[in-house]
């Protein structure tokens, strides 16, 4: 008799979007970006994700993290215009 493959339980989107704290619409978006490995399964394509990928994509995301974090400057203000001062001007 063949040796049968074990077979591991697949993610849903819902269990991915828990596991790295992000909405749902965000695990959407990554996958149809390619940034996240999904599978299709049934008539309606569901998305079905490996625990093993997303592992993996969770110690790239860190690697990826700390190295922008070593380019950023501490004294550099933001981009982002947060340094900035707003005042209330009356009409």
């Known amino acids: 008799m063949a040796n049968p493959k074990k077979i591991d339980p697949m993610l849903t989107t ?4 828990r596991l790295l704290n992000v909405h749902i619409n965000t695990v959407r978006r990554w996958s149809n970006q390619g940034i996240l490995k999904t599978y299709r399964i049934g008539a309606r394509g569901d998305r079905r994700f490996r625990q ?5 994509f969770i110690s790239q995301e860190s690697r990826t993290a700390k190295v922008r ?3 950023i400057p501490p004294d550099k203000p933001s ?3 947060d340094d900035k001062v707003l005042v209330d001007y009356k009409v």
Do not use: K, L, N, Y
């Open 14 to 17: 819902s269990d991915v979007a």
């Open 69 to 71: 974090e070593e380019e």
């Open 79 to 81: 981009s982002r215009g």
């Open 52 to 56: 093993e990928d997303i592992t993996s």
